[in-house]
């Protein structure tokens, strides 16, 4: 294996107050990455390098930096990327421990770049907002309120405030107009804890809408540890708004934008900045995924505006970037990029489009390497196996499709901890390898088969085929080669969460502004 180079915590820090383009990438799985890392680190586990980069750090010149906290990852993952073309890749020297013992602050949780803006932006603008007490007594009284949830759909249905309506932080300003026509109606925007609510109620206020607007304070956590009953299965979503109304939302979104900075493109302009072989430019349509797969700009992904400013780090991982946003209406685009601004990225949105600029369709489908050769077998012959002694079956999906259902006899297993799974595993005579679709498996067939002599196999159409063949399943964490450590349990996701950790959770945002004066690298301007 080739020595790779070291970059230092003093030169990322330098490059990030002169807001030169770096990624800087937390190879670990989510959990430990939520433990510990620095502002700005991006989490792409070694586990899915591979599949994940190439979005997610486009351009094969932008300078890269892997650390992990001592587990031997970084130094593999820095051999992945320059074997994927990328060619200035350095390791941080000390890892994670070199971070802090330079002096660097650490964050824990997930989005925090997002997260601590929403808390800088609440503190400077004092944006609005009631108790969930206060929320209650509205909702008993009858009043004039409508709760708009800001949440994706999915997430809404899962636990929400009864009455609510799902209306995803970018549509807010789109549709507030027709959920709540009469100007004297009280608005109040919820999330599960506190971001999206205060982006959510301090867009309708940037956008100068005519309605009284609170943010439900602290959201659904602060709803269930006030001891008040939440929802399930609601399904209230928006309705299409009137040419009248998108064609106001589109001047105030306009009007925010430029205040906020916001470069204007056309389709010209969007190409000399694709061509420019030194800057990195993320091309995002921020609109729902349905009107997305009917009908998208070429070359576009589809990151829905609430959650690209909820996740931006998830997505657009080179800190110092370029982002264009694109819409077919004028104000989703404008209200995410007056955001993305005011957190310190040149963000444009792209104008002069029109329906026929929307000629691709279907889901965004990510940019993906080279696949590796596989020995493949299909659910048939898997199924035969399985009545043998000998076949050791590998799931690599992630834990939470693994517990909702798996193969019988399947062995949940992490792609970047194989050497210890392998000493954990019965004996084998042949290995087969599944996941949901054998993407990510297919990459594990060839790390494994160059751990071990004995035959490694990969189930053709993964999990999904054996489900489409009506074969049977199991459910359950009924064998874990590993801890699950793949994905960070939320303390605002669900509703058997401990009221410690909910209540910690709050405590630790409220923190976020100070530790955002300790680090002193965010770039921020509140608007």
Known sequence: MSSVTTRRYHDIRRALLAREELALIDVREEDPFAQDHPLFAANIALSKLELEVFARVPRRDTAITVYDNGEGLAEVAAQRLLALGYRDVAVLDGGLAGWRAAGGELFRDVNVPSKAFGELVESVRHTPSLAAEQVQALLDEKADVVVLDARRFDE???????????VPGAELVLRVAELAPDPATQVIVNCAGRTRSIIGTQSLVNAGIPNPVAALRNGTIGWTLAGQQLAHGQDRRFAEVSAATRANAARQARAVADRSGVLRLERAGLRDWQADPTRTTYLFDVRTPEEYNAGHLPGSRSVPGGQLVQETDHVASVRGARIVLVDDDGVRANMSASWLAQMGWQVAVLDGLSEADFTATGEWQPPLPALPAANEIGVEQLASWLQQDGTVLLDFTTSANYVKRHIPGAHWAIR?????????????????????????????????????????YLLEGGTARWIAAGLPLETGETQLAVPRSDRYRRPYEGTDNPREAM?????????????????????FKVL
């Open 156 to 166: 809404y249905q899962t636990m929400s405030i009864p009455g609510g309506v799902s």
């Open 503 to 523: 209540q910690g959770y709050l405590d630790w945002e409220f923190g976020l502004v100070a530790q955002l004066e300790r680090d002193g690298t965010h770039g």
């Open 416 to 456: 970047a901890q194989l050497a210890e799974t392998l000493e954990r595993l019965p004996q084998a005579s042949r290995y087969v390898l599944t996941c949901g679709s054998s993407l990510l498996a297919r990459f594990a067939a060839r790390d494994l088969q160059a751990l071990t002599r004995t035959p490694v």
